[in-house]
């Protein structure tokens, strides 16, 4: 991917197994700006990721195919480019995937239900993670 590409990429890819989710995040990131696809499984997340360049994966941690960590794990072991977010719907626990997240890996994380400001914070943070490499060049084309 060039630089122009990749300065130009607003593509979120969401992965949930839960409809709501898929449709309240579509809407709510579409209406900020970025653009959306949204996938209910993670195999067609990676067929989704093979075909196309997504500048951020949200994706859900409990998953019937794998959990979230499993799938973050792969996209960084493949090298996709892209920035990392997880969701949950359960809410704190010492034992929970996020703990071991957090001690292996450094990945912004959102409950749900979804506190919209923290969603569109984190979104944001991301592009501006996901660009860094881009800061002094872009300038120069």
């Known amino acids: 991917m060039n630089y122009l590409q990749k300065e ?9 197994d839960e409809d709501d989710v898929l449709d309240f995040l579509r809407i709510f990131l579409e209406s900020l700006g970025w653009v ?22 949200l994706t859900d941690i409990a998953m019937p195919e794998m959990d979230g960590y499993e799938f973050i794990s792969k996209i960084r ?10 969701m949950t719907g359960f809410g704190y626990n010492p034992k929970h995937t996020l703990v071991k997240i957090n001690k292996t ?5 959102f409950f749900k239900p979804f506190d919209r400001n923290k969603v569109a914070e984190g979104i944001a943070s991301a592009w501006v993670s996901y660009h860094k490499d881009l800061q002094g060049i872009t300038t120069a084309i």
């Not at 130009?8 to 949930?16: A, F, G, P, Q």
């Not at 696809?37 to 990676?46: E, G, K, M, P, R």
């Not at 072991?77 to 997880?86: D, R, V």
């Open 77 to 86: 072991e493949l090298k996709i480019p892209c920035q990392t977010a997880l």
């Open 105 to 109: 890996m450094k990945c912004p994380f």
């Open 8 to 16: 130009n990429n607003r593509h979120i890819l969401v992965v949930d």
């Open 36 to 57: 959306v696809t949204v996938v209910n499984s993670v195999n067609i997340a990676f067929t989704k990721l093979e075909n196309k360049s997504f500048f951020l994966v």
